[in-house]
């Protein structure tokens, strides 16, 4: 029968020893392969909830409009994700919200920086370097503004002051405030400048182009004055930066600054407009500023157009400089005067200080204010 | 809701200790050489155990491995090395025809090796029947639902896979 010797010739066709036993070694290994298969998921899963663990709260943070439709959700979620935090320690200072007013769609906020235990940096006026950020959480369209208000010797804090004003009332959104440095030690002094000292005379005048880090102009004086800076052999780009290059005084000063003390390097006068140049030593190590006052002989008081600042490497140490502006009317510059105030912070403390608070808005029931 | 295989380890060998001659001898028969068939084998073993597929009881499960092993050996005549090898062999006139009369006398013995020779000479189709319907003992009904033809597909192909082993085996072997 063919069935039969069929399956006898076949009878002797088997898969090798061999070749079965690296299948069952597969199926043994494959055992193992199952299970890391099966701990993939859970490797993934942890992964993604440590993603969203982070990016939530992030977006929470950083996305008012995510924040806003949790807080719609949820409040207590909205907590959770932004918690309330009304005191921050960084570097040995406190920074803490003492008070907050809402008043309909304006709020004050009254914030503290105190010392830590063991630190003793706060004692005089604090500058924040325009390091502040204020960030509304919830809310639609705030604007305001953080000052210093003042140092009160008795608790040892320096107080500021934040106003804020929306388009609406406030409801119960959060306010964010982050502060990233700080000036202490700040101290001012106002005292009257000898003129002649500093004076150039025309021969001495020179001009030359800096690169500017920043400038400041009179509202009034913008277009002016950028005119003015550039109508002066400018107008052009430096060959390798794209910022704008401005004219200023070309003076030889380099025995006279120092990189901790502020100097007057020159002052120049020509066809109503009166130049002041400083150098502020090293910034990165404190702040040092001056406002100026300039009246004539008639004792009326010269318009500030603006200035620009500009830094330099001299002998391999950086310095600061900065150039004002004055436009006005001068007869007899022995006459005038030169009042200047001048600022400084010895001590630049970075960090990253932050509070978070509600500004809720007061029910009437209770003090206005929310003293804490 | 979606089936879950509850094979265990054990029951992974035991599969594979039972149906790899069935797996192999099949694959032998339609590849015609044991080095094909060896990685067909192992290719049926790797979808077994990668798929984890779910059986409804042992007629199922040896039915998946024909199948799979039948769909295996077919796409392995698809690879680019096979249609050359095929291409060759077809120039000589040896592949999916009948035997030359002198392949036949040279082929025509009653040795066990000698059969399976002279069976490797029908064209692929008859041997998957010839092997499903003579070595695992299948019925027509059964070999139709492997191969997802109808049964009277199948009878005629046995038929005709008869009759080709007649005129191939002459009087040697008695096919019914």
Known sequence: MFREDYQLAYKGIKVSEELKKKVLLEAGEEKHA??????????????????????????AENVPAFYR?????????????????????EKGIILCVEAVNVQGNQAEIILSFRDGEGYDKIHGEVDLFDSYRLTSLGGNGNVGGCSFLKYD?????????????????????????????????????????????????????????????????????????????????????????????????????????????QVITGIFYRD?????????????????????????EKGEELTILGGVGWKEEIDGKRYDFEETWFEGSVENLDECQLLGTFYESKESVRGNWKVTFRLQQDTGENDSDRIR | ?????????????????????????????????????????????????????????????????????????????????????????????????????????????????????????????????????????????EISSILKKKPSTVRTQLTRARALLKEVLKEDFYVS
Not at chain 2, 50 to 78: D, M, S
Not at chain 2, 80 to 106: D, F, H, N, R
């Open chain 1, 69 to 89: 439709i949790v807080e719609e959700l949820s409040p207590k979620l909205a907590d959770t994700l932004v918690p309330i935090e009304e005191e921050c320690e």
């Open chain 1, 272 to 296: 109503g407009i009166l130049k002041i140049q400083t150098c502020n030593g090293d910034l990165t190590k404190g702040d040092r500023h001056v406002q100026w006052k300039f009246r004539n």
């Open chain 1, 153 to 261: 010797e008795e608790t040892d804090k320096a107080y500021f002051k934040i106003d804020l004003r929306a388009d609406e009332d406030f409801s119960r959104e959060k306010l964010t405030v982050t502060v990233g440095e700080l000036l202490c030690e700040k101290s001012k002094e106002e005292r009257e400048i000898e003129l002649s000292e500093y004076l150039l005379t025309e021969t001495e005048y020179g001009i030359r182009k800096v690169t500017v880090n920043g400038k400041s102009w009179n509202d009034e004086s913008w277009g002016k004055l950028e005119e003015m800076f550039r109508a002066e052999k400018t107008g052009e780009e430096l060959p390798d930066d794209p910022r704008p290059a401005y004219c200023v005084m070309d003076i030889e000063c380099k025995d006279k600054i120092q990189q901790d003390e």
């Open chain 1, 34 to 59: 199952k299970r890391r298969e099966w701990l993939s998921p859970v490797v993934m899963a942890a992964v993604m909830i440590i993603c969203l663990c982070v990016s939530v709260p992030a977006a």
């Open chain 2, 1 to 141: 809701m979606q089936k879950k295989s509850l094979r265990t380890d054990d029951s992974c060998r035991e599969d594979i200790e039972r149906y790899s001659d069935m797996v192999y001898k099949l694959a032998f028969s339609l590849l015609k050489n044991e080095y094909d068939a060896e990685d067909v084998y192992q290719d049926v073993f790797y979808q077994y155990l990668h798929k984890n597929p779910v059986f409804q009881g042992e007629e199922h499960k040896k039915a998946w491995f024909l199948r799979v092993t039948i769909n295996r050996c077919r796409n392995f005549f698809h690879t680019a090395w096979m249609l050359k090898v095929m291409g060759i062999q077809k120039s000589g006139e040896v592949e999916e025809t009948m035997p030359s009369p002198s392949a036949e006398e040279e082929a025509l013995k009653k040795e066990p090796d000698k059969l399976i020779e002279l069976v490797k000479t029908l064209p692929q189709k008859y041997r998957v029947v010839i092997h499903l319907f003579y070595y695992e003992d299948l019925s027509i009904e």
